[in-house]
């Protein structure tokens, strides 16, 4: 990117801008992002303008021309992006001069950077928010077809780490189904604050010019235009609300992938990650590492940097456009790529993942079946806070003497408490799955619910996508 001296906006100052200052102040490094919406928002207002007649239709014409050379430029990359113009509003403006002349000038009519910005963003924002909607729900398709395959899986499911009882493999899967679920929610809720029009609102009071509002956000495909010009041009709640949705999205991916890490391992061997997403170590030929998964983990920590960091740039904001709002940029942009790619990668990763149900299944210990047995003597009459008193004492005599819960016999049993009979011996991991048929329980009908839920959901998905 050349640097210049560059007179436009300068007409009053008798000196040059400082060149560190010059750096300082471009955000066209970045913000070049922003054209393909940028020029969609100028087509829709020099359109409304010459409805309006406020300019001919001779001049729409000409700058609706130089607008589409404008984006055929850049998109064949042929277009200079130059850092003296600060922005892509004033680089592509600047190219429109030299392109039509002085009817460029007529553009900017009706409209300040404030406005324009805010309009570019918000497209910017509704475009990511739908991408990253799709991913979800793509995502979620995938975790419906694992827990559909794998209904017979049984593993030790936890609290605090430690086994704690016996669920599907396929409910522990679908939990991840319902945080998806809920983040297209939010997403979705967001949605409905991005889409709102700001332009029209000027540098911040409004305008002199009979403008059309609405036919400009019905252009953009916007569901309102906002109501208060002051707002319209300093609130960056939506891009807010977008960074704290991530956030969420990026700390479930992260517990996801802290999952596929610990299971990894020799010690657990509950999976095996696909060759392609996994790495090998400089040193250690035997590892493999699931190393896309860490750094999915890794990665939620900018991202809730970006959020943290856009808080603060709004907490002390006078109203209404200050120049610190440029800093909602670049933490955004890294948002929405941040949030593509781990989502593309983590579900590349889930899909490539073999299942050793053999090791899940020998991984749990017999005691994982102590609240089973409390509960066969809640079913005999006892209270369940002595139920749990009497299994107390059963472990504690089975882990003194170095046995399995299953290796006890009846007369040891009995030994604790009269109601133990011989049934007690036939508790198992299967039957203490399928015992847990409460509603959103880890029962195979159950589980096989929630699946047929989830296909319903996502069947709505595909035909809003069609
Ligand atoms: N690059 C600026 C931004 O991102 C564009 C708006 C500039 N407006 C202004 N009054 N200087 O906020």
């Not at 409905?192 to 403008?211: E, F, H, K, Q, T």
């Not at 943290?308 to 933490?331: F, I, S, W």
Request: charged fraction near 25%; proline fraction near 2%; include cysteine.
């Amino acid at each position: 990117m050349g640097v210049k001296k560059e007179a436009r906006l300068r007409g009053r100052f008798k000196e040059d801008i400082n060149e560190a200052a010059q750096h300082y102040l471009a955000s066209i490094p970045y913000d070049y992002r922003l054209y393909k919406y940028d020029i969609e928002g100028s087509l829709a207002h020099a359109e409304m303008l010459a409805r309006q007649k406020i300019i001919t239709k001779g001049d729409y014409a000409k700058i609706r021309d130089g607008l589409h050379s404008i984006r055929r430029e850049i998109e064949s990359g042929r277009f200079q992006f130059k850092l003296e113009l600060e922005d892509i509003h004033m680089n592509i403006e600047s190219r429109l001069f030299e392109l039509i002349g002085d009817t460029a000038g007529k553009l900017h009519t009706a409209r300040s950077r404030n406005d324009q910005v805010a309009l570019d963003m918000r497209l910017f924002t509704r475009q990511a928010t739908e991408d990253v909607i799709g991913a979800l729900q793509k995502f979620n398709s995938l975790l419906v077809n694992i827990a559909e395959k794998n209904l017979k899986v049984i593993m030790p499911g936890y609290t605090h780490l430690q086994q704690a009882q016996p669920v599907l493999f396929s409910h522990h899967v679908m939990a991840y189904f319902q945080m998806f679920s809920r983040d297209i929610q939010r997403f979705e809720s967001c949605l409905s604050r991005i889409n709102i029009m700001p332009l029209g609102s000027g540098a911040l009071a409004g305008l002199p010019y009979p403008v059309d509002r609405e036919f400009v956000a019905g252009k953009l495909g916007f569901d309102d235009v906002c109501a208060n010009s002051i707002d319209a041009v300093s609130d960056r709640d939506f891009i807010i609300e977008f960074e704290s949705a991530a956030s969420i999205t990026m700390m479930h991916l992260s517990r996801m992938a802290e999952e596929i890490v610990i299971w990894s391992t020799a010690e657990f061997g509950f999976i095996e990650v696909g060759d392609a997403y996994a790495t090998s170590s400089s040193i250690m030929p035997q590892k493999k590492n699931a190393d896309a998964a860490e750094l999915a983990r890794g990665k939620t920590g900018r991202v809730y940097g970006h959020l943290t960091a856009m808080l603060t740039v709004m907490k002390g904001l006078p109203l209404a456009y200050n120049r610190d709002l440029q800093e909602d940029k670049e933490g955004l942009f890294d948002t929405v790529d941040t949030l593509a790619s781990s989502l593309e990668v983590m579900k590349g990763l889930v899909a490539s993942i073999r299942i050793n149900a053999a090791r899940m299944k020998y991984s749990m210990q017999s005691y994982i079946l102590a609240t089973d047995i409390a509960d066969y003597l809640v079913n005999k009459g006892l209270s369940f806070r002595e139920a749990h008193n009497v299994v107390s004492r059963v472990v504690s005599y089975a882990v003194d003497n170095n046995r399995d819960l299953n290796e006890l016999d009846i007369r040891e049993y009995k030994g604790f408490s009269k109601l133990f009979e011989k049934d007690v011996l036939t508790i198992s991991l299967h039957k203490s799955v399928e015992a847990r048929s409460s509603q959103g329980g880890t029962a195979t009908a159950q589980v096989k619910k929630s699946i047929e839920r989830a296909r319903d959901a996502i069947r709505g998905y595909e035909k809003e996508q069609s």
